[in-house]
């Protein structure tokens, strides 16, 4: 796949930090407004595709294959289930918001709601890891090669 | 309530339109429309939640197909009108009748359009932000009351995930 014409790879320069930045907004206030894990999840890997459609795969195979997209989205989903026994660590049953009961911050603000932030955090990271190397995967990989 | 049925029969008009275009690019141009109008029927109905994951997907998924399709070919492969088609589409409009009349039916039985109908809902509604203290109720309902689904839904996305690795590497494969 090669790269497009240089009106578009100056777009793509100016307008995906601001995506990169709306995701993890997105990821991190899932708790307080619409959207959560899944949504930024979605929109972090929809901005590191737009990077591979304007600058082609060529260009981006070196950096792609240090970002380790695969063994990302595994740490993703195992970081959700360690956080789902958490609260059978503390001696209560799976999935038991432990947090929120021991510690509730204040309702409406960033630190409030227990575990749930945290699952969204772990489910952003999984979601957009696990597209990123599905299009990777369609994209770029050849005969021999792993990711 | 207009705009809905309006957005509606737009949806199934670009759903027709793209079965029946020859060019196969326009066709998935105009299944484009069902998802973007589906966007705006959600925030209609005061769902943003939905609304933000559906745009986002639906234009990932436009932008992979249109790829695909300027890859490979643009021309649909003709269909000849032979005795087997006439007998699949008498086949398909009975069972639209019977569809129409049995939901019909079904549908004198639910309750008014927005009204509470089930018992959970309302204590999910009402106890929600004091038992778990999030603000956004959905965050609440799908990763703290209905959390076992959400861990499911990733671990299934996960599983999707290796299942494409493993179908599309090459390592550790023998040679034909």
Same mark, same amino acid.
């Not at chain 1, 595709?49 to 070196?62: N, P």
């Not at chain 1, 660590?89 to 510690?103: Q, R, S, V």
């Not at chain 2, 079965?19 to 690019?25: A, I, N, P, Q, T």
């Given at each position: 796949?090669?790269?497009?014409?240089?009106?578009?790879?100056?777009?793509?320069?100016?307008?995906?930090?601001? @995506?990169?930045?709306?995701?993890?907004?997105?990821?991190?206030?899932?708790?307080?407004?619409?959207?959560? !894990?899944?949504?930024?999840?979605?929109?972090?890997?929809?901005?590191?595709?737009?990077? @591979?459609?304007?600058?082609?795969? =060529?260009?981006?195979?070196? =950096?792609?294959?240090?970002?380790?997209?695969?063994?990302?989205?595994?740490?993703?989903?195992?970081?959700?289930?360690?956080?789902?026994? @958490? !609260?059978?660590?503390? %001696?209560?049953?799976?999935?038991?918001?432990?947090?929120?009961?021991?510690?509730?911050? =204040?309702?409406?603000?960033?630190?409030?709601? %227990?575990?749930?932030?945290?699952?969204?955090?772990?489910?952003?990271?999984?979601?957009?890891?696990?597209?990123?190397?599905?299009?990777?995967?369609?994209? @770029?990989?050849?005969? %021999?090669?792993?990711? | 309530?207009?705009? $809905?049925?309006?957005?509606?029969?737009?949806?199934? $008009?670009?759903?027709?339109?793209?079965?029946?275009?020859?060019?196969?690019?326009?066709?998935?141009?105009?299944?484009?429309?069902?998802?973007?109008?589906?966007?705006?029927?959600?925030?209609?109905?005061?769902?943003?939640?939905? #609304?933000?994951?559906?745009?986002?997907?639906?234009?990932?998924?436009?932008?992979?197909?249109?790829?695909?399709?300027?890859?490979?070919?643009?021309?649909?492969?003709?269909?000849?009108?032979?005795?087997?088609?006439?007998?699949?589409?008498?086949?398909?409009?009975?069972?639209?009748?019977?569809?129409?009349?049995?939901?019909?039916?079904?549908?004198?039985?639910?309750?008014?359009?927005?009204?509470?109908?089930?018992?959970?809902?309302?204590?999910?509604?009402?106890?929600?932000?004091? $038992?778990?203290?999030?603000?956004?109720?959905? #965050? #609440?309902?799908?990763?703290?009351?209905?959390?076992?689904?959400?861990?499911?839904?990733?671990?299934?996305?996960?599983?999707?995930?290796?299942?494409?690795?493993?179908?599309?590497?090459?390592?550790?494969?023998?040679?034909?």
């Amino acid at each position: 796949m090669r790269g497009m014409t240089l009106i578009v790879k100056q777009i793509t320069n100016l307008m995906v930090p601001s @995506i990169l930045l709306l995701g993890i907004y997105v990821v991190l206030h899932g708790h307080l407004t619409p959207g959560g !894990g899944f949504a930024g999840g979605v929109l972090i890997a929809g901005c590191f595709t737009l990077l @591979i459609l304007a600058y082609g795969s =060529e260009r981006i195979k070196s =950096e792609a294959k240090k970002m380790r997209a695969s063994l990302t989205e595994s740490i993703g989903i195992f970081l959700f289930w360690f956080i789902t026994i @958490i !609260g059978l660590l503390n %001696g209560t049953y799976f999935f038991y918001n432990i947090i929120a009961k021991t510690n509730p911050g =204040e309702p409406f603000k960033l630190f409030s709601a %227990g575990i749930i932030p945290l699952c969204n955090i772990a489910i952003g990271i999984e979601v957009g890891a696990a597209l990123f190397s599905i299009f990777i995967t369609l994209a @770029i990989l050849k005969v %021999g090669e792993r990711l | 309530m207009t705009t $809905l049925i309006i957005l509606t029969i737009l949806m199934i $008009l670009g759903a027709v339109v793209a079965l029946e275009s020859k060019d196969v690019l326009s066709g998935i141009i105009s299944l484009g429309i069902i998802g973007f109008a589906l966007t705006i029927n959600f925030v209609l109905l005061k769902a943003p939640d939905l #609304a933000i994951v559906q745009i986002i997907i639906e234009t990932l998924t436009l932008i992979i197909l249109i790829a695909a399709v300027l890859k490979t070919t643009r021309e649909e492969t003709a269909e000849k009108y032979g005795i087997k088609k006439i007998v699949l589409g008498f086949i398909g409009l009975v069972f639209i009748v019977v569809f129409i009349y049995s939901s019909i039916k079904v549908f004198n039985h639910l309750p008014e359009f927005g009204e509470q109908s089930l018992r959970m809902a309302k204590i999910y509604i009402d106890q929600g932000l004091p $038992l778990t203290g999030a603000g956004n109720l959905v #965050a #609440a309902v799908i990763l703290d009351f209905r959390g076992y689904d959400t861990l499911g839904e990733a671990t299934v996305l996960f599983t999707a995930v290796v299942g494409v690795m493993a179908v599309l590497r090459k390592v550790g494969r023998k040679r034909s």
